[in-house]
């Protein structure tokens, strides 16, 4: 793998973070030294001083980005899984990473990511209970094939998380 940093990203209850533990799985299988850095962990732990503001979001995955970078440098492979829901995001991560990264866009529409709810979030935010919430009261800029050339789309319609992975992992070789 040339790639050392996989950034994962999509809706909340895409599948982002069971893809990657999958993935994790498999690279272990492997004997592939890595680690994963999930966007619900980071914001519980590192980077629980930031809300959810433009400016906060905006830290939290400079931060994160920055994290990756330092553990790619030590030859770590590093799996990151974050909601990353704006195109300047995606930017500064790759302005951070470098040719160091290959984002994947975890593709599971908006409705199915409501069914799944597995939080209870998306209940919450379309009875306005959560404020800012991504995809329903706050942006997510789905990405353009035409602007953005270097992500590798994943679509999770009728396949199951093992595939996914498996698929990333095909990508990637």
Known sequence: MQKKVIWIFGL?????TTIAKYLSHLLKQQKVGHILI??????NTVNKDLGYSKEDRKENIRRSAEFAKLVSQQNILCICSFITPLKS???SVREILQENVQVFF???PLEECIKRDVKGLYAKALKNEIQGFTGISDDFE???SKL???IIYISTQNKSVEECAKEIL????
């Open 142 to 144: 789905y990405p353009d």
């Open 148 to 150: 953005e050339k270097d």
């Open 12 to 16: 909340s209850g895409a599948g982002k």
């Open 89 to 91: 995001l995606r930017d």
């Open 38 to 43: 999930d966007g619900d962990e980071i914001r």
């Open 106 to 108: 975890i593709d599971t």
């Open 170 to 173: 095909d990508k990637l070789k």
